[in-house]
């Protein structure tokens, strides 16, 4: 039913966590907040907050965030349901941002990130522990550049600054993945190229798929008018935009690389056939004659020249051995062989 806030994914293991940064440009406070009410309470007072929930199979959780922000149930709907498309939804009061979080390791994992811009607040909801958050936190703690001294808006564009950065991360893992592919058609191709030819296809389709969308979103971004993001902050979310489009450049010119790399494993994979069909087929040849003899001598008649003569069979595997090396030098010759 619509509005119903249901969570559509595989159900963790892990316990909720619920992390709470606060700064300003001259304080900073890290926790791990045990309840949602001591975060809440700790929210409207700080100049900025950054609320991180882990774990938004927690529906009740999410459900109380809503009702403490007055989110509608849709919104939360769209939070918990893991299946979403890469959207940006201007309310009054608040920004909601969906995407994906895109790892490489040991294979391409996806994790659905979404993300409510308040005055003041910034709050992201996460399906598993572990993000790629670290380098912003980090930032945070040290008051790296400008990020302690600008408000929501700016964390906010850090987090989608770092998830579409490790887009390249990932692709670089694919890119160097589909070199070694390359270079492995180009010597020996083995009989698992196909399956890792389709698997890294794969992932290149889902990546697109999954940022596709985010080039949008971040288009209508930079294109608000809402009272939350600043003008000053115009360049830095055009920035962004320009790395997700790069992003499906990239995307692209793999595509391409690998549709390559299956054409010369096709080739390569030919061409192997054709070496084996052409030895099989020179040996056919050279036993051709050889059975023609050995099919004369086989006939059952009593007055067959030589039959009798006490050298007869000699002469006769003789002249076969004779003119099997004379095919031989022959197709070596017309480098056949």
Known sequence: MPGAVVFSGEVPTHHVRLALITYDADTFHERVVADLEDAFGVLGAAPTAWLDLDGVHEVRLVQRVGERLGISALILEDIVNLGQRPKMEEFEGFIHLTLKMIRYQEGLHLEQISLLVGPGYVISFQEHPGDVFEPVRERLRTATGRIRSRG???LAYALLDVVIDHYYVALEAISNAIEDLEHEVMD?????VPSRIRTLYRDLVIIRK???PVREMLARLERSESPLIPEDMRPFLRDVYDHGVQVL???ESMRDVLAGVRDAYDTALS???NEVMKVLTIIGTIFIPLTFIAGIYGMNFSHIPELQHPYGYPIAMATMALIAVALIVYFRRKDWL
Do not use: H, K, S
């Open 271 to 273: 061409n192997r056939m």
């Open 249 to 251: 450049d990239i995307v």
């Open 152 to 154: 929501a808006t700016y």
């Open 188 to 192: 020996d191709p083995g009989p698992d």
């Open 210 to 212: 999954a940022v596709w």
